[in-house]
T-cell receptor, first 113, second 111 residues
Framework: KAGVTQTPRYLIKTRGQQVTLSCSPI?????VSWYQQTPGQGLQFLFE???????NKGNFPGRFSGRQFSNSRSEMNVSTLELGDSALYLC????????????FGPGTRLTVL | SQQGEEDPQALSIQEGENATMNCSYK?????LQWYRQNSGRGLVHLIL?????REKHSGRLRVTLDTSKKSSSLLITASRAADTASYFC???????????FGTGTRLQVFP
């Protein structure tokens, strides 16, 4: 089975712009989670989708949003980018939840100038 | 916010030595998981231990869990240069599907 894929792998944006990141989960996986990783804050949970519904949400402002499509592919959007949004954004998939573990993609490295 | 804190933050050892990393967490959990991350890449799931288990083994990995102390440890025996990576513990809050990661331990194994 192909692993979790994320596109694009690298992205450079300027403050105020918006960005959309894409994640394709492992075939058959219905749960997709998103994490932000920065040197200062570590791995922070953004949100989790299951069967097109957001089931869990982290403590991020409303500028961060996501969605999941009927084929389980997911996108996350960040509007009005700030310098502090520069991070590695990781997507993870699983069959139905966090048990017995998540399968992570390689991440999208976002740089905001 | 992070559920877990790991100790030490960084660890350097020689090949063949054992590496021990510790994780402490704050709230009751169902499971605790350990992940490895090679420099700036995605995480790889290593092992899961349930809250009613005390010890679990997988190859060169040994994980312990002490729910009374809200702590876990990961032992990598006979380390190899390829084990060089960051290691994270992750816990779930009861009745949620949120996996919350610790701060991580950076392990460097010298040949």
């Amino acid at each position: 089975k192909a692993g979790v894929t994320q596109t694009p792998r690298y992205l450079i944006k300027t403050r105020g712009q918006q960005v959309t990141l894409s994640c394709s989960p492992i075939s058959g996986h219905r749960s997709v989670s998103w994490y932000q990783q920065t040197p200062g804050q570590g791995l922070q949970f953004l949100f989790e989708y299951f069967s097109e519904t957001q089931r869990n949400k982290g403590n991020f402002p409303g500028r961060f949003s996501g969605r999941q499509f009927s084929n389980s592919r997911s996108e996350m959007n960040v509007s009005t980018l700030e310098l502090g949004d520069s991070a590695l954004y990781l997507c993870a998939s699983s069959l139905a939840g966090i048990f017995p573990g998540l399968f992570f993609g390689p991440g999208t490295r976002l740089t905001v100038l | 916010s992070q559920q877990g804190e790991e100790d030490p933050q960084a660890l350097s050892i020689q090949e063949g030595e054992n590496a021990t990393m510790n994780c402490s967490y704050k709230t009751s959990i169902n499971n605790l998981q350990w992940y490895r991350q090679n420099s700036g890449r995605g995480l790889v799931h290593l092992i899961l231990i349930r809250s009613n288990e005390r010890e679990k083994h997988s190859g060169r990995l040994r994980v312990t869990l002490d729910t009374s102390k809200k702590s876990s440890s990961l032992l990598i025996t006979a380390s190899r240069a390829a084990d060089t990576a960051s290691y994270f513990c992750a816990t779930d809050a009861r009745n949620t599907d949120k996996l919350i990661f610790g701060t991580g331990t950076r392990l460097q194994v010298f040949p």
